[in-house]
């Protein structure tokens, strides 16, 4: 059975400092891992995904994520946050279950930027 | 244009009313699934498809239906809408292939059930 946890539901920062955005899962198989990011009342965008070729996986708008097989953790970082990175992050796992390619959501992580 | 789309987009209806919310997809996909979306609770898959005819549940299939008779099309029916039915409601779709496909998401249809 595959799982997420995102460790924060609301994450705040000032405009110009990091991101850092965390997210733990478990898996039975092999996984990959993927974040979503949701800008209000707006549909679903995929920042990046992490798919076994290398562990730090860059993304959109400067977005990165690193695989830490031993932490079970895909954390998203962000050097530096710009009021337009205000939105829900989801940090999500799949895997080749039953279930096809079913994604498995965490329940979503509520980024506010500050000036 | 590669697309998922949906209609509605916002849908207001009363208990007991059947309705149907209709998703199409343009890159011949195989797989498709609809998802519902609950503050706090992150995305939940309703119903999945692997392809024409092939359809099963997913993680919280109670109250809906679906059908695919055809490749592009994934449309998700409430024949008896409940309050709790009351969402904003994903369609995406996949290429066969692999997990590490990129799921292509739907705009949303955000139901309120009165």
């Known amino acids: 059975a595959q799982s997420v946890t995102q460790l924060d539901s609301h994450v705040s920062v000032s405009e110009g400092t990091p991101v850092l955005l965390r997210c733990n899962y478990s898996?039975?198989?092999?996984?990959?891992l993927f974040w979503y990011v949701q800008h209000p009342n707006k549909g679903l965008q995929l920042l990046l995904k992490y798919t076994s070729a290398a562990t730090l996986v860059k993304g959109i708008n400067g977005f990165e994520a690193e695989f830490k097989k031993s932490e079970t953790s895909f954390h998203l970082t962000k050097p530096s946050a710009h009021m337009s990175d205000a939105a829900e992050y989801f940090c999500?796992?799949?895997?080749?279950?039953?279930?096809?390619?079913?994604?498995?959501f965490g329940k979503g992580t509520s980024l506010l930027v500050t000036p | 244009e590669a697309q998922v789309t949906q209609n509605p987009r916002y849908l207001i209806t009363v208990t007991g009313k059947k309705l149907t919310v209709t998703c199409s997809q343009n890159?011949?996909?195989?797989?498709m699934s609809w998802y519902r979306q609950d503050p706090g609770l992150g995305l939940r898959q309703i119903y999945y498809s692997m392809n024409v005819e092939v359809t099963d549940k997913g993680d919280v299939p109670e109250g809906y239906k679906v059908s695919r008779k055809e490749k592009r099309n994934f449309p998700l029916i409430l024949e008896s809408p409940s309050p709790n039915q009351t969402s904003l409601y994903f369609c995406?779709?996949?290429?066969?292939?692999?997990?590490?496909?990129?799921?292509?998401f739907g705009p949303g249809t955000r139901l309120t059930v009165l």
């Open positions: 999500v796992v799949s895997d080749n279950s039953n279930s096809g390619y079913a994604l498995n």
């Open positions: 890159m011949n996909h195989e797989y």
């Open positions: 995406a779709s996949t290429p066969k292939g692999t997990i590490y496909n990129e799921q292509f």
């Open positions: 898996s039975s198989y092999s996984p990959s």
